[in-house]
């Protein structure tokens, strides 16, 4: 997983600030376990803690330099078509010290600049500090995937991975309420923003350029096509050989790797693809799963097993009961920077934690539902346009929905909150729906 912290002072004052660099990188200790290492400069300091995937060598650690030691990067992430720019370095005369893909993306900076990013497929929070020009160059993926949380005031430009690790360089500490605000109702933070005033996510698929105070540049490298952007008519037999391209490139992109690695397997679409795909790559795929041992309602196992089953993986089914949950639930918070609703974080951390006993990387398939509309909310909006005498009926019957019995833990109950929040939801526009659908309250 790997994290990265850092400082650009634009004076003495915020210089002083590097006295809480070592504390800020040991923050991050349970992000990269297998080297921590710091890079000094004057007014530049920057720090990383390394979990090892590509190129187990100490190497391969960072922060990196280059041969003339004028560029230093510190990354988290991973570049999954890093040989095939390396192969495009070693063409133009570029030799390599390592087989990892930190330094190929340190050199794709240098040759190329900003346009590097372009070239790469992955995902990837960076800083490469340039000390010739004291130049810090900063970026994020194009989705977002890795992390990257910055806080600026007049003397400095802080960036961390982590809240925990942002705030162990004591910055003021601000309740940014229309953050809760949207938390409350939508169970998450949206993108940018954090539960602190002057702390901000950098955006996704942007980079900064800072030089000093008056002269700090922040631009997109990739934005997501707007909806106005005119479409391509393409047969649909054509964009579904297409998706199922898309998908097992991306699949096996992800199997790189120097390290054990295996799937999440819940039993669901998303995981139970990814298994599939990933099945066709490597020999004996290691799969996990959760099964809740007291709760049989919410245990999906069975599922699970026969997915494992159909492409004969080596499978492991972590069973839990109610107390195993409570007993991991207070580590869990204490590593969840800021507020998160989702009541699968703590079934997802526990898989993780026991899933490292046997493998360092695990391909997971979260984002699915958001991408194919696997959610209740995106079934209900299809059946709301749809509509049909069904339809109108559930919509009539709201007095007799907020009359019964409601709970999510019986069939019965859960299919009657369902029914009252979709017959709610019919007496408002669109957008109202779509925000009152998204809160976790009823």
């Known amino acids: 997983m790997c994290g990265i912290t850092g400082i650009y002072a634009f004076n003495e004052i915020g210089r002083f600030s590097s006295i809480h660099l070592a504390n800020s990188l040991n923050k991050l200790n349970k992000r990269g376990p297998d080297a921590q290492n710091m890079s000094l400069h004057h007014y530049v300091n920057l720090g990383h803690a390394r979990l090892s995937i590509i190129d187990l060598s100490n190497a391969a650690n960072q922060p990196m ?9 510190v990354y988290n ?3 999954f078509n890093y040989k095939d720019i390396k192969a495009k370095l070693e063409a133009v005369g ?68 982590e809240m925990k690790s942002l705030l162990a360089y004591n910055i003021v500490k601000e309740l940014d309420y229309t953050a809760l605000f949207a938390y409350l109702q939508l169970n998450y933070l949206p993108p ?20 000093g105070r008056d002269k700090i540049e922040e631009r997109a490298f990739y934005t997501i096509p ?17 998706l199922n391209e898309l998908l097992e490139a991306s699949v096996q992109r992800r199997l790189i790797a120097d390290v054990p690695l295996g799937c999440f397997l819940s039993g669901g ?19 996990f799963s959760i099964g809740y041992r007291d709760e049989k ?63 360092t990387v695990a391909l997971s398939g979260d984002g699915a539902d958001e991408l194919f ?48 929040r979709f017959a709610e939801g019919s007496r408002v526009g669109e957008k109202q729906r779509y925000w009152q659908w998204a809160t976790f309250a009823g």
């Open 269 to 287: 679409i998303d995981s139970s693809v990814i298994t599939a795909l990933a099945s066709r790559h490597t020999d004996k795929l290691n799969t």
């Open 77 to 79: 992430g991973e570049i």
């Open 94 to 161: 570029e030799a390599f010290r390592t087989n990892s893909d930190t330094e190929v993306l340190l050199k794709a900076y240098i040759r190329w600049g900003a346009d590097c990013l372009a070239m790469t497929n992955g995902f990837f929070a960076l800083a490469i500090y340039d000390s010739q020009t004291e130049e810090l160059f900063v970026a994020r993926d194009r989705m977002g995937v890795k992390p990257l949380l910055v806080y600026q005031d007049e003397d400095k430009i802080l960036f961390a991975s």
């Open 373 to 420: 509309s696997g959610y209740n909310k995106h079934y209900g909006e299809y059946m709301m346009r749809k509509g049909g005498w069904k339809m109108n009926m559930l919509s009539a019957l709201l007095p007799v929905w907020k009359a019964l019995p409601k709970s999510r833990q019986t069939p019965f109950g859960n299919k009657i909150r369902q029914f009252q």
């Open 192 to 211: 940018q923003t954090t539960i602190f005033k002057n702390v901000r996510k950098l955006p996704a698929g942007h980079y900064m350029r800072i030089k």
């Open 65 to 73: 330099q280059d041969e003339s030691e004028r560029y230093t990067i």
């Open 297 to 359: 309602f919410f245990d999906e196992t069975n599922y699970a097993q026969l997915v494992a089953k159909k492409f004969n993986t080596n499978h492991t089914v972590f069973s839990l009961t109610n107390q195993d949950l409570y007993a991991e639930l207070f580590e869990m918070l204490d590593y969840i920077d800021e507020p998160f609703a989702d009541s699968s974080a703590l079934a997802v951390y526990i898989l993780s934690k026991r899933t490292r006993q046997k493998v």
């Open 226 to 242: 707007s909806p106005d952007t005119p479409r391509i008519s393409v047969d649909y037999n054509v964009q579904k050989k297409q």
